[in-house]
């Protein structure tokens, strides 16, 4: 079974004259790590709504085709269902924390209550996400206290210990230092390890195309690729979509003609296709 | 983090008294002061009132309250004195100036009167956190989303004065005036409203979605994760508090 299967879908936010998705297709499966890529406004965090239900339940609008999630069609479902089934992480970490809690235990943990589950599933589940975001040490510390980079893990974290099928996480890293981004690819990883499907979208391209197995290119609301990086990076015309192909692809696109017309698009990726174009000349 | 809240943080026998008991007491002692017919009845719940406050070490924050609503009040009773409709009997003269009996009684009454509600306010606000407070009123049946609203309040204004904080700086580094008389920084803050209403206003509608997408309209009954003490002697004081309550109503019915 497909974990997330989108059809034709197509959206129009209330009062906006240009459609904010237009005819977008594609699928998920069990444990896939999906990119989505494209230039500011071309409909990233749209979809990353479209995918939870908040379009078109929390935004109204003119809405059209299909989203299933984990076997769920989302337009026949509440938020509140949905989210049980997919997760989602917000671009803009500060409007994310409550404002309800007084500390970072209790705001991870208050998703949770919200669903009902027993005290000690809930404290065992909390702890777990504050380790594996590591922002353990932080947990008895106001929330409105933690820098950008803190925040953004404390909102993941809030997210994850609802144990969703799927998460979706939008711009997970754009507060966080490298060394930060590098962590919470970290902890993606361990969960995508788990079976977790993991769509996100980056605007640093060298590092979605090391880490994700496809990526989804959006411009101007219609998905114009969707491929694995390798694949994608090396299509004539790449160029045309408006992203430009991570540095490394871009070096070997002038050194090398490789003889699948596949370039590399990771670091260690180039590092081996240079080495052994240097080893035949 | 500034935190909009009065809470003094002290360990006292008021301070363990759990939030809405503190309601009712201040249900009881307002009301209390307010039906029974003689002045008696609300000298003795101020008394109470300011006593408890005493007791639970927090007199001292209690009385900048005071000051100014004696500020007020003082005007209060001065213009009763000299003008109340109902004056009559001269009381004394003061400059020129001719104080009534009448009058001055009224005044003293409404003195009372607002003591004995900011008294018994300040008792709940100051030795009770807010949350704690919403968190036992939607326990006993509240909306968590009214209880959400009011506890988030406490939170988000310390939140958006930072913010305004940050855009203020901004703004000085750019060559701003910000400091001085009342018309520079009166002509400072109207470029922040955009900005700060701005933020807040999109800000809202993200804040609503991330609650969403935390379940928090989710149908079944929520769980607290933290545990709340009982307090021992609750269901008791509750129970004396509406009771006396109740007298005065009595006695103001029959008298
Ligand atoms: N709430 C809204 N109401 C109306 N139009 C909106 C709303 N949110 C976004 N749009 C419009 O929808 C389009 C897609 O916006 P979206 O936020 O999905 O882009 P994005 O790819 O996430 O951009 P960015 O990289 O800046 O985050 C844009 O043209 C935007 O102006
Ligand atoms: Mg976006």
Known sequence: ?281 | MKQLTLYVDKQSFVHAVDPITKLFYVAFAILTSMLVPTAYAGVICALLSLSLLCLAKVIKNASPVFLFIGFVLFTVVVIQGLFGVNNQTEAFRLSGLIFYREGLITGAKIILRVVNIVSAFLILTLTTKASDLVEDLVRAGLSPRIGYVITSVFQIIPQMISSADIIMDAQRSRGMETEGGLMVRMKAFIPLIGPVVLDSFMSTKERAMALEARAFSAPNKKTFLRERPAYTYAAKLRGAFVVLTLAALIWRLAA
Not at chain 1, 42 to 59: D, E, R
Not at chain 1, 62 to 80: C, K, M, P, Q
Not at chain 1, 161 to 187: C, H, K, N
Not at chain 1, 202 to 223: F, M, N, P, T, W
């Open chain 1, 1 to 281: 079974m497909k974990k997330i299967l989108v059809e034709h879908l197509k959206y129009r936010y209330p009062q906006a004259a240009e459609l904010a998705l237009n005819d977008i297709s594609f699928e998920a499966e069990e444990g896939e790590k999906i990119g989505v890529i494209g230039r500011n406004g071309a409909g990233k965090s749209t979809l990353c709504q479209a995918l939870t239900g908040l379009v078109p339940h929390f935004y109204k609008g003119a809405y059209g085709g299909r989203v299933i999630v984990d076997g769920t069609e989302v337009l026949s479902s509440s938020i509140s269902e949905i989210v049980l089934k997919v997760g989602i992480v917000f671009q803009n970490p500060f409007t994310q924390v409550t404002g309800a809690k007084e500390t970072v235990y209790d705001e991870v943990a208050f998703g949770l209550e919200n669903l009902g589950l027993p005290r000690g599933e809930i404290s065992s589940r909390v702890d777990a996400a504050l380790e594996l975001l590591r922002i353990y040490r932080f947990k008895d510390q106001a929330p409105f206290s933690l820098s950008g980079g803190q925040t953004q893990r404390m909102a993941i974290a809030g997210i994850i210990a609802m144990r969703p099928r799927i998460i979706v996480l939008d711009e997970p890293t754009s507060q966080l230092d490298p060394q930060g981004s590098e962590e919470v690819y970290q902890a993606l990883d361990d969960l995508s390890d788990q079976g977790l499907t993991i769509v996100l979208t980056e605007h640093k391209i060298e590092k979605i195309a090391q880490y994700c197995d496809k990526i989804l290119v959006l411009q101007d609301g219609r998905s114009v690729a969707f491929d694995t990086p390798a694949r994608l990076f090396s299509a004539e015309d790449s160029d045309a979509w408006g992203i430009r192909p991570p540095v490394y692809t871009s070096v070997c696109r002038k050194l090398l003609r490789p003889p699948t017309g596949v370039y590399p698009v990771t670091l260690s990726e180039a590092g081996e296709a240079l080495a052994n174009w240097e080893a035949s000349t």
